[in-house]
């Protein structure tokens, strides 16, 4: 089965390091960017940064630059969000997502047309 | 604040047509296509329409997407209660070098 299965949900403190996991299965990891879209509670979707675990070439949303890692390991077909001293702010389901690729009249397009369930993190004292 | 801008809610009754707009600009939907995603209560967004106009497999016919300029519209027909939902539209930005979302769109079948 074609899936991404995220890690659990988490509780921590504030100035904690986290890393949350993304696995993808029954298709080529290497050959699909994966990224990570952030929902805070009660709000909408925000883009943070996609991965190529075929070279691990990633690229952030402004807004996430320097607040987030993102990484990959494609030996486990797993790729990592991760924070080095969470916020209180950090609190939010966080989706991980294939990004596939299509061509129509020559023009690449993109979309995200996989995604796991979420991993909710939850950071409070 | 959302770089693509949709309406924060709609409602129709079941059988009715409902449209959800999706504005942006020329960086973002004037330059790429546009992709919306729904997302039932409590579960993860799944792609709904992508490249415009396109849907995937087992996604139903009711749904149609639309683009015009730096604007884009979902078309829902034959609403069903399962409508119920979240929709997103989503494009990429070239200025931002990025996906932008829109704010989301609750659609509410009375």
């Known amino acids: 089965e074609v899936q991404l299965v995220q890690s659990g949900a988490e509780v921590k403190k504030p100035g904690e390091s986290l890393k949350i996991s993304c696995k993808g299965s029954g298709y080529s990891f290497t050959s699909y960017w994966i990224g990570w879209v952030r929902q805070m509670p009660g709000k909408g979707l925000e883009w943070m940064g996609i991965?190529?675990?075929?070279?691990?070439?990633?690229r952030y949303s402004p807004s996430f630059q320097g607040q987030v890692t993102i990484s990959a390991d494609k030996s486990i077909s797993t790729a990592y969000l991760q924070w080095s001293s969470l916020k209180a702010s950090d609190t939010a389901m966080y989706y991980c997502?294939?990004?596939?690729?299509?061509?129509?009249?020559?023009?690449?397009?993109?979309?995200?047309?996989?995604w796991g369930r979420g991993t909710l993190v939850t950071v409070s004292s | 604040q959302s770089v693509l801008t949709q309406p924060p809610s709609a409602s129709g009754t079941p059988g009715q047509r409902v449209t959800i707009s999706c504005s942006g600009s020329?960086?973002?939907?004037?330059?790429?296509?546009v992709n919306w995603y729904q997302q039932l209560p409590g579960t993860a967004p799944k792609l709904l329409i992508y490249s415009h106009n396109q849907r995937p497999s087992g996604v139903p016919d009711r749904f149609s997407g639309s683009k015009s300029g730096t604007s884009a519209s979902l078309a829902i027909s034959g609403l069903q209660s399962e409508d119920e939902a979240d929709y997103y539209c989503?494009?990429?930005?070239?200025?931002?070098?990025?996906?932008?979302f829109g704010g989301g769109t609750k659609l509410t079948v009375l």
């Open positions: 020329s960086s973002n939907i004037g330059s790429n296509t």
């Open positions: 989503a494009a990429w930005d070239d200025s931002l070098n990025g996906w932008v």
């Open positions: 991965i190529y675990p075929g070279d691990s070439d990633t």
């Open positions: 997502a294939r990004q596939s690729r299509g061509i129509a009249a020559a023009v690449n397009y993109w979309y995200f047309d996989l």
